[in-house]
Each structure stands twice: as C-alpha cells, then as structure tokens.
C-alpha cells in the first residue's frame, strides 16, 4: 500500500482510547485475528489454517466465543465481515490480535482504521484503494500488540538456528525481515534484540540482518548481506522472520527468476548456506501467544518478558 503519513503523538495515546467502554469481564468475547492477506493461496492458506487452530483451543478453554480470521487487504475474509459474523455469533466485545512482526503504519494506522476504532480519511481513502472497507462495530473493540512483544519472535528463530547448525564457531546468521521505512528504529532494535539472543544462546558470533520486504529487495538487499557474512565466517545461517513465508522458498522464488541472477543461483545451490524452511505461523507457541494476548485484553496485564531480556550476551553481532 503507498501512501505517506506524518507519526503525530497524539497515536501513542490511541491504544488506551480503543477500548475506552469496553466492559470488563465480558461474559462473551469475541476473538479476531487480522493477518495483512496476500492475492497468493499458498500465503493465506498458513494463515487461515492458524485460525482454525485458535478456534479449537479457544473452545477448549472455553475464553471465546467465537473466532474469525480476516485479511487487511488483497484477500478473502475481510475484516468488516469478519466483525459482522463476530456480532451475529453474540459476541459483546471483540478482541483484535494483529497478526504483524513489528509495529508499522499498517498496525498503527490500517488495522485501527479498517476496525473503525481510528478515523483518517487518508488512512481510509488508501485502504479504499486495496478494496477494503472500514468495519462498523456496535461492540467495544480492543486492539492487542504485534508479534514483537514477548519472546515469541526470538524463540522461533533459535529454534530455527538450532535445526540448521552444525558448527556454531564457524557460523554466522543473518535475519531477513520486512523493515517499515517509518518505523525503521523500532524494527532495528527488534532484529538486534533477536540476533543477539540467538548468537549469544546457539555459541555464534557473527550476527546480522537485512530488510527485504516481503522479497522485493531480496537480490539487492539480502543478497549482499549474506555474501559479507560469507566472507567472516565459513557458513551462514539465514533466517527469515515472517509470518508465513520461509525463507527458503524467498530465496529460491527471487534467486531462481532474477535476469542474472548467476550468483543468487550459485548461493541457492551452496553447502555454506542453509536457509529456514518454517515460517512463524507454524511455530508451536504462537497459538499460546495469540490467546495469552487476547486474554490480557480481557482482564490485568500478564507478566510477558519482552525480548530485551534476553539480550546478555558475550557474543557481538553486527
């Protein structure tokens, strides 16, 4: 989506207004996940398939309701009708876990926006453009943080690691991920904060990272990064911090269409890189983390360790 806008402060306070009214203890819930969606089947279907999960550990505890799972944009269910089936099951207040790796424009301003939890007829007229259209709750809505908190995001990428290493003092690591241009510090921090969590658990000394988007700047950005990691260390780890895309399948999608893309092709082919082939969508912990986040919406505020706490390490990366 492109477009520009301006970060006022005004934003950070919005958090608390969302939900303002919202009964506490509500007796009947409603839990929405709300993933950014993608015109590829092969993205959305991970997606629809962790909601189907959610759904039945929720009717397990017995916390929700009712859950649904909606795209931002470019996909099927959308959020309005995601919201709308949510009231029609009796549901008197809705939860909303955007389903996002960090804070960006689209959890700051979108989700807010096509909730109709945050009014901004430049926000609005943008989602119009992508063919989405603001909900039109008649329950209070609270919205949850992104992925970010927590160590969710650092626990699947040691994970990861840990599949692919076999010789840590010969290696190194290189995250992939999709870094907003507004929110590039807070993204930074993020990748610092896991690579040095998995440098400093896994014994690797080397750490690095690239912003790739969703793969549009995989050759131009990615590339470059692991062929210096290269040149430090004997073999390199790449891991790809998305929802539901590997990085893998980034890699050989990119490597195998470029125009010349010989030594993309020969790095696919290399036994000195290994790339991650599971995304975080499929990571055992994140149904926990998705309902322990909506939960904490619903009564006091859990005691979740952010990422930053893992940070000790005597490993440097970067």
């Known amino acids: 989506?492109?477009?520009?806008?301006?970060?006022?402060?005004?934003?950070?306070?919005?958090?608390?207004?969302?939900?303002?009214?919202?009964?506490?203890?509500?007796?009947?819930?409603?839990?929405?996940?709300?993933?950014?969606?993608?015109?590829?089947?092969?993205?959305?279907?991970p997606v629809l398939e962790l909601g189907r999960r959610v759904a039945a550990e929720a009717q397990k505890l017995g916390r929700f309701r009712a859950v649904r799972t909606a795209m931002l944009?470019?996909?099927?269910?959308?959020?309005?009708?995601?919201?709308?089936?949510?009231?029609?099951?009796?549901?008197?207040?809705?939860?909303?876990?955007?389903?996002?790796?960090?804070?960006s424009g689209h959890s700051h301003f979108d989700v807010p926006a096509v909730l109709g939890i945050y009014s901004s007829p430049t926000t609005v007229a943008a989602l119009a453009e992508e063919g989405a259209v603001p909900a039109r709750p008649s329950v209070p809505v609270?919205?949850?943080?992104?992925?970010?908190?927590?160590?969710?995001?650092a626990t699947y990428a040691l994970d990861e690691v840990r599949k692919l290493s076999t010789s840590p003092g010969d290696e190194a690591l290189?995250?992939?991920?999709?870094?907003?241009?507004?929110?590039?510090?807070?993204?930074?921090?993020?990748?610092?904060?896991?690579?040095?969590?998995?440098?400093?658990?896994?014994?690797?000394s080397y750490g690095d990272w690239a912003?790739?988007?969703v793969g549009q700047e995989y050759l131009s950005r990615g590339v470059p990064v692991i062929q210096d990691a290269l040149k430090h260390r004997k073999r390199v780890l790449v891991v790809g911090v998305y929802l539901s895309l590997t990085a893998s399948r980034l890699h050989e999608r990119r490597a195998r269409t470029a125009q010349h893309g010989r030594a993309e092709s020969d790095l696919l082919?290399?036994?000195?890189?290994?790339?991650?082939?599971t995304a975080v969508v499929d990571h055992p912990e994140l149904v926990s983390w998705i309902l322990d986040a909506a939960g904490a919406a619903?009564?006091?505020?859990?005691?979740?360790q952010p990422v930053a706490a893992a940070q000790a390490s005597d490993h440097p990366v970067r």
């Not at 005004?10 to 506490?24: D, F, H, K, M, R």
């Not at 241009?181 to 658990?201: F, N």
């Not at 082919?269 to 082939?277: C, G, I, K, L, P």
Request: aromatic share 6%; hydrophobic share 45%; net charge negative.
């Open 1 to 45: 989506m492109k477009r520009s806008w301006k970060p006022c402060l005004l934003v950070l306070a919005l958090a608390a207004a969302w939900s303002i009214g919202a009964p506490q203890g509500s007796a009947d819930p409603g839990l929405l996940l709300i993933a950014h969606g993608s015109p590829s089947r092969q993205w959305n279907e």
């Open 73 to 103: 944009e470019a996909a099927q269910p959308d959020v309005a009708t995601a919201v709308a089936e949510l009231e029609r099951e009796g549901c008197d207040r809705i939860v909303a876990v955007p389903l996002f790796i960090a804070p």
């Open 142 to 153: 609270t919205l949850t943080q992104t992925l970010s908190e927590g160590r969710l995001l």
């Open 174 to 204: 290189v995250l992939l991920a999709h870094g907003d241009s507004d929110h590039g510090p807070l993204v930074d921090r993020l990748m610092r904060q896991i690579a040095t969590y998995c440098c400093g658990q896994a014994g690797i």
């Open 211 to 213: 912003y790739v988007a």
């Open 269 to 277: 082919a290399s036994r000195d890189v290994a790339f991650s082939e």
């Open 298 to 304: 619903l009564g006091p505020v859990g005691d979740g």
